[in-house]
């Protein structure tokens, strides 16, 4: 195996992860809505996620592990998908919101400060900020 095919498939592995990570939160509630449907089409391409993995992950979104970056920066990313797709129903049910931070802590998160950062980027979210003011807003939030 070629020395490039090490970091090329670390991460597509990665992006699997994170995106098993977001279908995990749209099934919390039991179901896929048509919503969830556009939005989780929209990431897997994102993602670059082939269409076998995209069937192989929502048949069991458990297979793959949620693999944490090590930027703080890059967790705030994950966790602004992983907040977006609770919120793209308009519907955050209590399920929804215990497997948000249940990733919040996957995500590596404290669990002492993991529900601030759930609500805040919960409501940051409600109000359809961009990723850059969504950025900004958590990584200065104590400031």
Same mark, same amino acid.
């Given at each position: 195996?070629?020395?490039?095919?090490?970091?090329? @498939?670390?991460?597509?592995?990665?992006?699997?992860?994170?995106?098993?990570?977001?279908?995990?939160?749209?099934?919390?509630?039991? /179901?896929?809505?048509?919503?969830?449907?556009?939005?989780?089409?929209?990431?897997?391409?994102?993602?670059? =996620?082939?269409?076998?993995?995209?069937?192989? =992950?929502?048949?069991?979104?458990?297979?793959?592990? =949620? @693999?944490?970056?090590?930027?703080?920066?890059?967790?705030?990313?994950?966790?602004?998908?992983?907040?977006?797709?609770?919120?793209? $129903?308009?519907?955050?049910?209590?399920?929804?919101?215990?497997?948000?931070?249940?990733?919040?802590?996957?995500?590596?998160?404290?669990?002492? @400060?993991?529900?601030? =950062?759930?609500? /805040?980027?919960?409501?940051?979210? $409600?109000? /359809?900020?961009?990723?850059?003011?969504?950025?900004?807003?958590?990584? @200065?939030?104590? /400031?």
């Amino acid at each position: 195996m070629p020395f490039s095919e090490l970091f090329d @498939n670390e991460f597509k592995q990665r992006n699997r992860g994170h995106f098993s990570a977001i279908v995990r939160v749209a099934f919390a509630d039991g /179901k896929i809505s048509k919503e969830e449907q556009e939005f989780l089409d929209k990431i897997a391409s994102t993602l670059q =996620i082939s269409e076998d993995e995209y069937k192989e =992950i929502l048949a069991d979104p458990w297979k793959h592990p =949620i @693999n944490p970056p090590y930027l703080y920066t890059q967790r705030l990313e994950r966790l602004y998908d992983l907040a977006r797709m609770v919120h793209v $129903d308009h519907h955050l049910g209590d399920l929804q919101e215990v497997m948000l931070t249940r990733m919040g802590l996957a995500l590596g998160f404290t669990p002492g @400060n993991v529900n601030y =950062i759930i609500r /805040k980027a919960l409501s940051l979210v $409600d109000k /359809k900020v961009d990723l850059d003011t969504f950025l900004f807003e958590m990584e @200065n939030m104590n /400031k």
